[in-house]
């Protein structure tokens, strides 16, 4: 039982950093370009700063269509939203 416990206490630790790379495990050659991310998150009253790569998904620097600052990360090939993180 005391060993569960602590697994599952890893796994909700360190969960979240590994949530953005599972969900981004795609070949480069499936990826869309970033500038049709840009385009599309322009097109949803995103002001985007910067989009970068990190841990295989894109990263977003930008201000959201509520003006909120955030950093935000999509799969490569679907462009979803894995997580985001609302900076203040």
């Not at 599952?8 to 795609?26: M, P, R, Y």
């Not at 998150?41 to 003006?67: F, H, M, P, Q």
């Amino acid at each position: 039982m005391r060993k569960i416990i602590i697994a599952l206490s890893l796994a909700a630790a360190f969960g979240g950093t590994a949530l953005a790379s599972e969900k981004c495990n795609v070949a480069m050659a499936d990826w869309k370009p970033r500038e049709v991310l840009q385009a599309r998150l322009e097109g949803e009253g995103w002001k985007v700063r910067s989009i970068k790569t990190e841990d295989g998904c894109y990263e977003a620097y930008a201000i959201n269509a509520k003006g909120e600052k955030v950093e935000a990360y999509f799969n490569p090939q679907t462009l979803e939203s894995v997580d985001m993180k609302v900076e203040d």
